[in-house]
């Protein structure tokens, strides 16, 4: 369970990001997170990971608050959850198989296993054909889907997708959604940042959207 | 678990080691110039170990050489032999001819052209004695007795020689202490410079590796490994240096003091001093990598 309370983000220039936010995601919940660009989407996930750092107010996660983790517990908090970044964030100098099994190296991952669990991901988002491509090489979806089988790679609790559909046409956009969908039905809690109305239309999924830094009813 | 962080550090090894080879150029530059900075204090250090082994030798076995006078005649060498002989001092000795002497010298290579070019012999004939008694005082009885011999014109007394060669390595030592410290300083230098460049082109990497949940450990220790594998090199490149020299000298050596019957072989540094020199040089590399690392990894935070 993710929750929020009171929490604001200011940011050093002074601009205000995150305004009060009260919010609460179940274990095993699959959320939206919509709103114009700049209105906080990608601070609020950021916050979940610690990746930033709330200006005041509690987030908690399975009972642990976020806000006040030791720098040296943050990596373990990282462990947990699975996060697909906007700009992919990508190893260019290595190749897909290598850019996935980055967490699990990370995370000390027995070698004996690895290699089958690299390739359970990659099959997942349909690239196992591609393990020995350089990034370079895969179109923008296929980039997409590396950067998911690299966040599901260690089986995390929790999987954060900012932008997941950024600039893919609406094909690709309703497969990689479909495996967002898979992954919440064995019990991952899922929570998709996205500006794309069109993802919204038909799902049966809590949408909260954010207005200049607050939550909309 | 022991068994994946071991894995995880065989990992990182050759990991570092295909980084090195990714940059051939760069990883044998770095080593070169590290290596020769590491071989010029541990060349002298080597090079007063063998002045102080072979002052040990002689001071064991006491010994003069007495030089005759230019123009001294086969009489006057004749007659020197036989009070040799009867001195009860002198436990053995051994005549050195000018024309043997220069003969050998023609004979070893490199001196030829020297040899050539000389008018007449400028070698004297020579005695080398060992004596029975190695106290300073007698044997300074003994030289000063010598001196006086008709067609004598020098003894040369070797423990005086001994006591200068003594202080003269205490200096050395001293030298060899700053040349070596002033040395370190500048390798951990160069590692310091080495891994920033390194960690500004490993940026992304970096940060995407604490976005995952990468710890401080796990990002340094690359770092750390590329440090201690660089520093071990420059080690066997400095032990290499020293190894070629001492060898090449030794070939030129032997031929010039066969001259004197006197037995000099330069020693190569001691098991123990290689290893000592081994593990100093990659500590060295890894404390570079260490503080570079220390100074420079907090600046990459994703955000």
């Given at each position: 369970?993710?929750?929020?309370?009171?929490?604001?983000?200011?940011?050093?220039?002074?601009?205000?990001?995150?305004?009060?936010?009260?919010?609460?995601?179940?274990?095993?919940?699959?959320?939206?997170?919509?709103?114009?660009?700049?209105?906080?989407?990608?601070?609020?996930?950021?916050?979940?990971a610690a990746i930033e750092r709330p200006t005041s107010g509690t987030i908690t996660i399975s009972g642990q608050n976020i806000a006040q983790l030791k720098p040296g517990a943050i990596p373990y908090l990282r462990r947990k959850i699975g996060f697909i970044f906007q700009d992919h964030k990508l190893?260019?100098?290595?190749?897909?198989?290598?850019?996935?099994?980055?967490?699990?190296?990370?995370?000390?991952?027995?070698?004996?296993?690895?290699?089958?669990?690299?390739?359970?991901?990659?099959?997942?988002?349909?690239?196992?054909?591609?393990?020995?491509?350089?990034?370079?090489?895969?179109?923008?979806?296929?980039?997409?889907?590396?950067?998911?089988?690299?966040?599901?790679?260690?089986?995390?609790?929790?999987?954060?997708?900012?932008?997941?559909?950024?600039?893919?046409?609406?094909?690709?956009?309703?497969?990689?959604?479909?495996?967002?969908?898979?992954?919440?039905?064995?019990?991952?809690?899922?929570?998709?940042?996205?500006?794309?109305?069109?993802?919204?239309?038909?799902?049966?999924?809590?949408?909260?959207?954010?207005?200049?830094?607050?939550?909309?009813? | 678990?022991?068994?994946?962080?071991?894995?995880?550090?065989?990992?990182?090894?050759?990991?570092?080691?295909?980084?090195?080879?990714?940059?051939?150029?760069?990883?044998?530059?770095?080593?070169?110039?590290?290596?020769?900075?590491?071989?010029?204090?541990?060349?002298?250090?080597?090079?007063?170990?063998?002045?102080?082994?072979?002052?040990?030798?002689?001071?064991?076995?006491?010994?003069?050489?007495?030089?005759?006078?230019?123009?001294?005649?086969?009489?006057?060498?004749?007659?020197?032999?036989?009070?040799?002989?009867?001195?009860?001092?002198?436990?053995?000795?051994?005549?050195?001819?000018?024309?043997?002497?220069?003969?050998?010298?023609?004979?070893?290579?490199?001196?030829?052209?020297?040899?050539?070019?000389?008018?007449?012999?400028?070698?004297?004939?020579?005695?080398?004695?060992?004596?029975?008694?190695?106290?300073?005082?007698?044997?300074?009885?003994?030289?000063?007795?010598?001196?006086?011999?008709?067609?004598?014109?020098?003894?040369?007394?070797?423990?005086?020689?001994?006591?200068?060669?003594?202080?003269?390595?205490?200096?050395?030592?001293?030298?060899?202490?700053?040349?070596?410290?002033?040395?370190?300083?500048?390798?951990?230098?160069?590692?310091?410079?080495?891994?920033?460049?390194?960690?500004?082109?490993?940026?992304?990497?970096?940060?995407?590796?604490?976005?995952?949940?990468?710890?401080?450990?796990?990002?340094?220790?690359?770092?750390?490994?590329?440090?201690?594998?660089?520093?071990?090199?420059?080690?066997?490149?400095?032990?290499?240096?020293?190894?070629?020299?001492?060898?090449?000298?030794?070939?030129?050596?032997?031929?010039?003091?066969?001259?004197?019957?006197?037995?000099?072989?330069?020693?190569?540094?001691?098991?123990?001093?290689?290893?000592?020199?081994?593990?100093?040089?990659?500590?060295?590399?890894?404390?570079?990598?260490?503080?570079?690392?220390?100074?420079?990894?907090?600046?990459?935070?994703?955000?």
């Amino acid at each position: 369970m993710i929750t929020f309370k009171n929490v604001f983000k200011r940011y050093p220039d002074g601009y205000v990001a995150l305004n009060n936010i009260d919010l609460t995601v179940e274990s095993g919940e699959m959320v939206f997170l919509t709103g114009r660009s700049g209105a906080g989407k990608s601070t609020l996930l950021k916050l979940i990971a610690a990746i930033e750092r709330p200006t005041s107010g509690t987030i908690t996660i399975s009972g642990q608050n976020i806000a006040q983790l030791k720098p040296g517990a943050i990596p373990y908090l990282r462990r947990k959850i699975g996060f697909i970044f906007q700009d992919h964030k990508l190893l260019f100098d290595r190749n897909v198989f290598d850019n996935v099994l980055l967490p699990l190296q990370i995370s000390n991952f027995d070698n004996k296993t690895v290699a089958s669990r690299v390739r359970a991901a990659l099959d997942k988002v349909g690239l196992l054909k591609k393990e020995k491509s350089m990034p370079i090489a895969l179109s923008g979806g296929e980039k997409q889907r590396l950067c998911i089988a690299r966040a599901v790679v260690h089986r995390p609790n929790i999987l954060i997708a900012d932008e997941p559909t950024g600039n893919l046409d609406v094909e690709y956009a309703r497969d990689i959604m479909a495996m967002f969908t898979s992954f919440n039905q064995v019990g991952v809690t899922v929570l998709i940042a996205t500006h794309d109305a069109s993802l919204l239309e038909d799902t049966q999924h809590r949408i909260l959207s954010l207005k200049q830094g607050k939550l909309a009813a | 678990m022991i068994r994946a962080w071991l894995m995880q550090h065989g990992f990182v090894f050759f990991l570092t080691l295909k980084r090195l080879i990714a940059t051939p150029v760069t990883s044998l530059l770095s080593v070169i110039v590290m290596g020769i900075a590491l071989s010029l204090p541990t060349g002298i250090y080597v090079f007063m170990e063998n002045l102080q082994s072979i002052s040990r030798e002689t001071a064991s076995s006491p010994q003069m050489s007495l030089f005759l006078k230019l123009d001294a005649q086969t009489e006057d060498i004749a007659r020197i032999k036989q009070r040799l002989e009867e001195d009860s001092q002198i436990v053995s000795f051994q005549f050195v001819s000018k024309d043997v002497a220069l003969h050998q010298l023609q004979l070893s290579n490199g001196l030829t052209d020297l040899t050539a070019s000389l008018v007449r012999n400028p070698l004297p004939d020579a005695f080398i004695v060992h004596t029975l008694e190695s106290a300073p005082e007698t044997l300074e009885q003994l030289r000063a007795a010598m001196q006086n011999w008709p067609e004598i014109e020098h003894v040369q007394f070797d423990s005086a020689w001994i006591e200068r060669l003594n202080a003269l390595l205490k200096l050395g030592r001293f030298v060899v202490l700053m040349l070596a410290t002033l040395l370190s300083v500048a390798i951990i230098a160069i590692m310091f410079n080495t891994i920033r460049m390194q960690i500004l082109t490993k940026r992304d990497e970096i940060e995407i590796s604490k976005l995952i949940g990468a710890t401080d450990n796990f990002i340094r220790r690359p770092f750390l490994y590329f440090g201690t594998i660089q520093g071990l090199a420059s080690g066997v490149t400095a032990w290499s240096i020293i190894t070629f020299i001492i060898e090449t000298m030794n070939v030129e050596l032997v031929e010039l003091v066969r001259l004197y019957d006197f037995d000099l072989q330069l020693q190569h540094l001691s098991l123990d001093d290689s290893i000592s020199l081994l593990m100093f040089s990659a500590l060295l590399g890894w404390l570079g990598a260490r503080l570079s690392v220390a100074s420079h990894l907090w600046q990459i935070e994703p955000g």
